[in-house]
Each structure stands twice: as C-alpha cells, then as structure tokens.
C-alpha cells in the first residue's frame, strides 16, 4: 500500500486533519523519508504476525509515529554531532508532543499509542513512561522495531548504513531494548518486509 497523495480510508477520521498531518510531516526531507519506511514496514510485519490491527491503522500510526518531530526545534532536530543533555531531554518530547497533537486530531488510540510510546523498552528503561514487556501497546512494539531497523540501515552524517544481517545483529544485541518474540518474527520474515 503506497500511499500519502493516494490516502486510503481510515474509519471514523478526517480525511482532511490526516493530510494535514501528513502535509505537516513534509517539513523535513529525512523525518519524511525515514516515516514512509517505517510505515511500510510496520503494515508488511503486523501482516505477518496477524495482529488485531487493521491495515491502514497501522500504517498511519508507522507514518506519524515521529509527527512530534514537526514541534521540536529544527537545529536541535538536524544537529550534526550527538546532542547534550538539554538537547536530547527536548528531543524526547518528541513522543508526547506527537500523541497530544494526534490526539487533538482525533486520530485512532492506536495511532496516539505508537507516537507516545515508541521509544519505550521491552526492559522498562526507555521513555516517556518506562512501561515494560506486554504494558508496551503492541503497535508501539512493532513500530520501535520497524523505527530502529530502518535507523540503523539509513545513512547518517556520522556513519554509512549498516547492512541488513549488521542491523539484525545489533537489535538482537541490543539487550532489553525489544520484544524479542516479535524481533525473531522480523528478523526471519526480513525479506518480505523490507
Ligand atoms: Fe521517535
């Protein structure tokens, strides 16, 4: 399902606050590129896994999940070298800037719980609220897997892309940080999905 100009039907959602979400998401070219993969990768995995969320539910939610990105100060957003304190304690808000401005548009909680919730941890160590294992909304799950595989396999100002068996390496060992059941799924299914 490519979409965006295209934009399928979401149940119960305005057409138009959707777009201008998306429109919204525009502001910067890599925020942009890196949701369009998300978004992709999270509807091709929650297939395969045949979670209870419909298709076009989950592929907005991997579309928006970084729209709090659009609130966070651009220099702060696009800074070349690693962030201080300061600087990544704002970049984090990015999650509940992201929920409250879905929220406000009425979107499905499934979308408002993968903007919130996306940088959670499987072990409890991750933001905004620590939730740990299955507290973890499922679509957040899929999505920080799907977000952090397509990271890692982007080139960065820092670095060049990692390869597809280096990024899986990584996540695998990345200790606490993913629901490892569903990792497995991903990692074995990584050729459909990508
Ligand atoms: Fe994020």
Not at 134 to 157: E, G, M
Request: aromatic residues 8%.
């Amino acid at each position: 399902m490519e979409v965006v100009n295209d934009i399928p039907q979401l149940k119960g959602v305005s057409l138009s606050k959707l777009h201008s979400l998306i429109e919204r998401l525009k502001f910067d070219d890599n925020t942009y590129r890196h949701s369009m993969s998300v978004a992709k990768y999270s509807n091709r995995f929650n297939k395969i896994i045949a979670a209870n969320i419909n298709s076009e539910t989950i592929y907005y939610s991997g579309l928006l999940h970084d729209i709090g990105k659009t609130e966070v100060n651009i220099n702060i957003l696009n800074k070349k070298g690693s962030l201080d304190i300061d600087e990544f304690s704002i970049m984090m808000e990015h999650s509940k800037l992201g929920y409250n401005l879905l929220k406000k548009h009425l979107m499905p909680i499934e979308m408002q719980h993968a903007a919130l919730y996306h940088h959670e941890r499987w072990d409890g160590n991750g933001y905004p609220m620590k939730l740990e294992k299955q507290r973890i909304p499922l679509v957040a799950r899929i999505i920080s897997i799907c977000d952090v595989y397509d990271a890692l396999t982007s080139n960065r100002p820092y670095r060049k892309a990692f390869s597809i068996d280096e990024a899986l390496d990584i996540m695998k060992n990345s200790h606490g940080q993913f629901d490892n059941e569903l990792l497995d799924i991903f990692s074995k299914n990584i050729d459909s999905i990508i």
